[in-house]
């Protein structure tokens, strides 16, 4: 009906013509349609509001400020992860530019056109019931929406691997050739974005194997092609140590915070706030009862359809920790690094809250996470203790330096309120010896932290200032006329401002007299 109301485009009004191709799609269509414009309601409404983060600085500021070869040279020498994004993100800010809602589109429509993957991927295993629920789930799911205005690769990685397993199932299923290979291109695709998407690619080339033999490797050739057209970027960005510092973070803490994450979003501290794990409590205990759901009430086929997305799950989670536990050269173990893990899990949960076995129980558990996800991501979309922090607010504030100054605060906060700043700033470290000199120090921190301690300024400093910039807060400290003193850069180090560690900016300063 609605190929031929379009065909009559000529002769029919055009609006009877959209009316017919209306009424010619089915409801689920447009119950999927719906939750895919409610994604893009809560991706895009606030995409442009949050102020840059660290890692976002270093894509907009670094690797996207010049040509598609200086981009391209960038994401080897600064980044630890394959160039798919940053070349899709360097044409795309050609027309959008680099600002925050240009730059970040990317990611946000990445993350709404995950919504209908999920379903297709959940509907493939266990029809359209389950499958409406896995896109509600992915619709109002808090990390997915969190990556969805990041201005980074890892929504284009959930979007990538969730394509890649719904072309798995769908060759395990009819073992089409055409299939097969989609599901190698995705593959590829997914591994160029992020180095992560070789594990859930792994599980899915054993299944592969295990049912279709022979006739998998018209996919699996294009996936061991990517692999070494990749190999020796790889092996230069490892030798960079870029992520070495995972390592040094407790591997149990991130385990918990990879859950607790998957659950509520970033919360935590990526935007420089205190841990909230009751806040993960409910969606946790919630998606643990359908976990038991699924073992107590489901039957052998409904078992069966899970396993694929279980299996997937479960070795993109497993398969790093075990790696870090062997090997703590090897740990990489981060919760959006393992974020291809993700919807497969949300699909095993959609399906468990949708048992027929279990109808009433598993409603109520569904409803329950679905109104908490959705509640949840209003509350952060509002929330500016929940956001990323306002550097952009805190640059206005703080204006054009009037004489040498130094900017104390988190030292993830350091990139972004450069970018802001746009007057020269520049990072310090606390080895450098040279005497700098200053007339003025800024101290921002975390919401309201008390005042520094003298010793930490030295005699003159008096305070001329304090103000609110969103979830941060600004001291100013001044010498009288047109002082300047030494500056007690290590000292200043140790200032208390709610963040975990502490920078310091220079701005409109150069060295003193040795």
């Excluded at 591994?191 to 070789?198: D, E, M, R, S, W």
């Excluded at 997937?312 to 062997?326: F, Q, R, S, T």
């Excluded at 209003?378 to 900017?407: C, F, H, I």
């Excluded at 103000?467 to 600004?474: H, Q, T």
Aim: with cysteine.
């Amino acid at each position: 009906m609605e190929a031929g109301a379009l065909r009559r485009g000529d002769a029919v009004p055009f609006a009877q013509s959209v009316a017919e191709a209306v009424r010619a799609r089915s409801r689920v269509f447009w119950i999927v349609a719906g939750l895919t414009v409610l994604a893009a309601g809560l991706r895009f409404a606030t995409l442009g509001v949050q102020s840059y983060h660290h890692d976002e600085v270093v894509t907009a500021s670094r690797i996207l400020r010049g040509s598609f070869g200086h981009a391209m040279d960038a994401v080897g020498f600064s980044e630890s992860a394959p160039p798919l994004y940053y070349a899709l993100a360097w044409i795309w800010t050609q027309f959008t530019g680099t600002g925050e809602f240009g730059l970040r589109s990317v990611s946000a429509l990445a993350g709404v056109a995950t919504v209908p993957v999920a379903y297709l991927l959940a509907a493939e295993l266990r029809g359209r019931r389950v499958g409406l629920m896995a896109a509600a789930l992915v619709a109002v799911n808090p990390m997915l929406l969190w990556y969805s205005q990041e201005a980074r690769a890892y929504a284009l990685l959930a979007l990538l691997c969730a394509a890649s397993l719904l072309y798995c199932v769908r060759a395990l299923r009819h073992g089409r050739r055409r299939d097969l290979t989609i599901w190698g291109v995705v593959s590829a695709l997914a591994l160029a974005t992020h180095y992560f998407a070789v594990f859930p690619i792994a599980a899915e080339i054993f299944l592969l194997v295990r049912r279709r033999g022979r006739e998998s490797l018209a996919g699996i050739w294009i996936v061991i092609l990517a692999c070494l057209l990749l190999a020796p970027l790889a092996v230069h960005q490892m030798s960079s140590g870029h992520a070495e510092w995972i390592g040094g973070l407790s591997l149990g803490h991130r385990v918990w915070e990879t859950a607790a994450t998957f659950v509520t979003g970033e919360t935590g501290d990526i935007i420089g706030q205190p841990e909230r794990p009751a806040l993960s409590y409910v969606p946790l205990a919630l998606c643990i009862g359908a976990f038991a759901l699924l073992a107590l009430r489901a039957n052998r086929d409904e078992r069966r359809a899970v396993a694929v997305p279980l299996l997937v799950g479960v070795v993109a989670v497993g398969v790093p920790i075990v790696m870090a536990l062997i090997s703590s050269g090897k740990d990489y173990v981060l919760a959006r690094n393992l974020l291809p893990a993700l919807i497969p899990l949300l699909v095993v949960v959609a399906t468990a809250v949708t048992l027929p076995s279990a109808r009433r129980l598993g409603a109520i558990l569904g409803a329950a996470l679905l109104a908490y996800s959705l509640g949840f991501c209003l509350w952060v979309s509002t929330s500016p203790e929940l956001q990323r922090p306002n550097w952009d607010a805190v640059a206005s504030r703080l204006g054009e330096p009037q004489a040498p100054r130094a900017m104390v605060t988190w030292t993830l906060g350091e990139a972004p309120l450069r970018h802001y700043l746009s007057t020269g700033s520049f990072q310090v470290r606390a080895s450098e010896q040279y005497p700098w000199l200053v007339h003025e120090v800024d101290f921002v921190s975390q919401g309201f932290a008390p005042r520094p301690p003298h010793k930490l300024l030295g005699p003159g400093f008096h305070e001329s200032a304090h103000e609110g910039a969103g979830a941060l807060f600004i001291r100013r400290y001044v010498l009288p006329g047109r002082r300047l003193a030494p500056l007690r850069l290590r000292l200043l180090r140790r200032a208390r401002l709610n963040f975990r560690t502490t920078g310091v900016l220079l701005d409109g300063v150069g060295p003193g007299p040795g």
